[in-house]
């Protein structure tokens, strides 16, 4: 089992950034398939990115593509969100999520462990 804590949200400006981080426990963090989702007010949870094993593979929602970035360090047990030109939009809270199957997923009910989300609010 693998608990998870996401830590970095907070308020920041339309067009400024903020680097979300999701710490791991468990000694088998690498071979776990992440995934960060987000969900706003009202809205129905949503896919934001997801990363292999290695980091080599990584995954995007459209509406993130190109302004967000996941990367992760094992040797950390922490796997990160780089949220880039944010907007209004991107208000929400984030999770992340971890994946035993070694596969890609896109879809909530694929990921096995979830931390308990950091709110993100950016302003126009």
């Known amino acids: 089992q693998v608990q998870l804590v996401e830590s970095g949200g907070g308020l920041v400006q339309a067009g400024g950034s903020l680097r979300l981080s999701c710490a791991a426990s468990?000694?088998?963090?690498?071979?776990?398939?992440m995934g960060w989702f987000r969900q706003a007010p009202g809205k129905e949870r949503e896919f934001v990115g997801a990363?292999?094993?290695?980091?080599?593979?990584?995954d995007y929602a459209d509406s993130v593509k190109g302004r967000f970035t996941i990367s992760r360090d094992n040797a950390k047990n922490t796997v990160y969100l780089q949220m880039n030109s944010l907007k209004p939009e991107d208000t929400a809270v984030y999770y992340c999520?971890?994946?035993?199957?070694?596969?890609?997923?896109?879809?909530?009910?694929?990921?096995?462990?979830w931390g308990q989300g950091t709110q993100v609010t950016v302003s126009s």
């Open positions: 990363i292999s094993w290695t980091g080599t593979n990584t």
């Open positions: 999520a971890a994946r035993t199957i070694a596969t890609m997923a896109r879809l909530g009910g694929q990921y096995d462990y």
């Open positions: 468990g000694r088998t963090f690498s071979r776990y398939y």
